[in-house]
């Protein structure tokens, strides 16, 4: 049987082959936006308004990607950004893209809307970031971070841009929910996609059992699938920085906030004692109409006062990377491609996606005349509209 790696030569190659492989429910969790698509397509247009000004005759024969990301050192300045339900497209998701990352020699952020216990995930692949969505309660926030210190987790980030929840009208119209609500259409879906439900949801039901939301909460969570359970996220429309400040009171080790786009939420997390934001719209999955990352990028560069500042949404290509480390960006987390790299091929997916984007920085760097990252800055880019 050939391998249908063979023809993955660049990011944009696995969503074609994902999409053939899932069910449209999930196809479309996973490709779809907000609303009408602005902030999507904004994240993907934000870097073509700048273009490259590259150097000439210089030696870049040594050139390397080695890059640090608070403090310890990564192989490229590139990331896996935190995906919900990863083990519901691809059979164990999480620890693949765990594993593949931590074999790469890059960071790598579980999400709490995961299907598999962090504890899990941490003992495949030690160094793995947890994201989390916190409750607006008190009690349940420290129950739920005394769980994840636990874990062995040393870098705990706090998605802060989901109050509410989104209007994914796209979700509804194909019939994606969570918990998915049994019916004849989704098992129709099932049926007609074999190769993912006996590679991913028969397997994981004979080996795992039903898959349930284990980390959004201290204690496991809803069923992935139910007719009658519900997912109530009307407690996150509590949270303010007075939670943020209890959390730093206790947490020992890094903490990042992901989701910024305010200059101001740059300072307040600076003065909050954070140790890096995350510059994002949640892959335009949040608020339809919002800045791109890029857009935001340099007026919170210049409000961090020194905090890393990190960035994701919309980055397909390793010159999207290098035009972030640019404008400041310390690294870049990619999302979707890494999640249908997995549906792919598993972990040997997200280890070639990750080694294809990697080998186009490293490719990149030496057409634009530099040879380490630290090189990089805003004299090599010009603003093109």
């Not at 590259?54 to 050192?73: A, F, M, N, Q, Y």
């Not at 160094?127 to 769980?147: C, K, V």
């Not at 690294?331 to 091929?345: H, L, M, Q, S």
Request: charged share 20%; proline share 5%; hydrophobic share 45%.
């Amino acid at each position: 049987m050939p391998d249908p790696l063979r023809r993955m030569l660049s990011l944009h190659d696995f969503e074609a082959a994902a999409r053939r492989i899932l069910p449209k429910p999930l196809y479309a969790y996973v490709s779809g936006a907000v609303e009408d698509g602005q902030s999507e397509r904004s994240n993907r247009q934000a870097f073509g308004e700048y273009g490259f000004r590259p150097k000439v005759l210089v030696d870049v024969s040594r050139r390397h990607t080695r890059c640090t990301i608070l403090g310890r050192e990564y192989a490229a300045p590139v990331g896996v950004a935190p995906m919900g339900i990863a083990a519901l497209t691809s059979y164990r998701g999480d620890v693949a893209l765990a594993r593949a990352a931590a074999a790469a020699g890059v960071p790598c952020i579980m999400s709490g809307s995961s299907l598999i216990r962090l504890e899990t995930v941490m003992a495949a692949a030690p160094g793995t970031w947890f994201q989390a969505y916190l409750p607006g309660d008190s009690a349940q926030i420290a129950a739920l971070i005394d769980r994840v210190a636990a874990a062995g987790v040393e870098t705990l980030v706090l998605t802060v841009d989901t109050p509410v929840a989104a209007n994914r009208e796209n979700n509804v119209r194909a019939g994606f929910s969570t918990p998915l609500r049994p019916s004849i259409g989704l098992a129709w879906q099932g049926i007609t996609h074999p190769r993912w439900l006996i590679g991913t949801l028969l397997r994981t039901l004979a080996r795992h059992g039903m898959p349930h939301f284990e980390n959004n909460y201290a204690a496991r969570g809803a069923p992935i699938l139910s007719r009658h359970v519900l997912r109530d996220f009307s407690d996150r429309g509590h949270l303010n920085w007075q939670h943020v400040a209890a959390i730093r009171k206790t947490w020992k080790g890094q903490m990042v906030l992901k989701g910024i786009l305010h200059p101001d939420d740059a300072r307040t997390a600076r003065a909050h004692g954070m140790d890096a934001v995350i510059v994002s719209n949640h892959g335009g999955r949040q608020l339809d109409g919002s800045l791109a990352p890029m857009q935001a990028l340099p007026a919170i560069v210049d409000a961090a006062g020194g905090m890393d500042v990190m960035l994701d949404s919309g980055v397909r290509r390793g010159t999207d990377v290098l035009k972030a480390l640019a404008l400041g960006a310390r690294c870049v987390f990619v999302g979707r491609p890494f999640n249908y790299a997995a549906t792919v091929a598993g972990e040997r997916g997200v280890a070639h996606a990750i080694a294809l984007i990697s080998e186009e920085i490293r490719r990149d760097m030496g057409l634009l005349g530099i040879i380490d990252l630290r090189e990089i800055n805003e004299s090599l880019l010009q603003r093109c509209r």
